[in-house]
């Protein structure tokens, strides 16, 4: 079965570049999750789009943007990155949000290295 | 404070020891699920739990859910090397008039040979 996929897998990015993380659902899931988890750590909710609207916002620091298009997939884009943004991105997909009682089903996440 | 905390947040155990992990929630629940993360990997579903008193089985892990005390224990039976990892519970519950879905805090397991 189709899973949840996420490009690149691996990213090196230097101090103030930005980077574009990108995330393509399962086939007619209309939900995207998208999380941070850094070194050692829990992973933390950045922001998530149902039916291509933010539905929910977490952690995202004001440098990220992130939208979901037409065809449901899902673009992180980071600015003016920071050593500190090094970590692994995870994108998660579900049918519906809330009260669906939908499981997330997640990608095998980006790891970005900022040097 | 955290709406869904688990606990331990880490457990060490010997294998084929059992062991159990809790995840309890601030707010009404509405859809209970467990997830694994294996060290530097994606985040797997394990099982979902909607109904209060519900108990499902995935190989030597069974989990419940007590809705009057909106929580879930996650129990690991003879664990293996192979259980090592993080667990995450995440909920589907009720804020300020919206359902919003949350991550639990996390348990780090290790299992040793």
């Known amino acids: 079965a189709a899973g949840v996929i996420q490009s690149p897998r691996h990213l090196i990015k230097e101090k103030r570049e930005t980077a574009t993380l990108k995330c393509y659902p399962i086939p007619r899931h209309d939900t995207v999750y998208w999380y941070q988890q850094g070194p050692g750590q829990d992973p933390q909710f950045l922001i998530s789009?149902?039916?291509?609207?933010?539905?929910d916002k977490g952690s995202i620091p004001d440098r990220f943007s992130a939208q979901q298009f037409s065809d449901y997939h899902s673009e992180l884009n980071m600015s003016s990155l920071e050593l500190g943004d090094s970590a692994l991105y995870f994108c998660?997909?579900?049918f519906g949000t809330g009260s669906y009682n939908s499981p997330l089903h997640f990608g095998n996440g980006t790891r970005l290295t900022v040097t | 404070s955290q709406e869904l905390e688990q606990s331990p947040q880490s457990l060490i155990v010997q294998e084929g020891k059992n062991l159990t992990i809790n995840c309890t929630s601030s707010k009404t629940l509405y859809g209970l699920y467990w997830y694994k993360q294996k060290y530097g990997e994606g985040l797997i579903f394990l099982m979902m739990l909607q109904k209060g008193g519900e108990e499902k089985s995935h190989e030597k892990i069974t989990a419940k859910l007590d809705e009057k005390k909106q929580q879930s224990s996650l129990h690991i039976t003879a664990s293996q090397p192979s259980h090592a990892g993080i667990y995450l519970c995440g909920a589907d519950i009720e804020a300020s008039g919206t359902y919003k879905y949350i991550f639990g805090t996390g348990t780090r397991l290790k299992v040793l040979a």
């Open positions: 998660a997909s579900s």
């Open positions: 789009f149902y039916e291509k609207m933010q539905s």
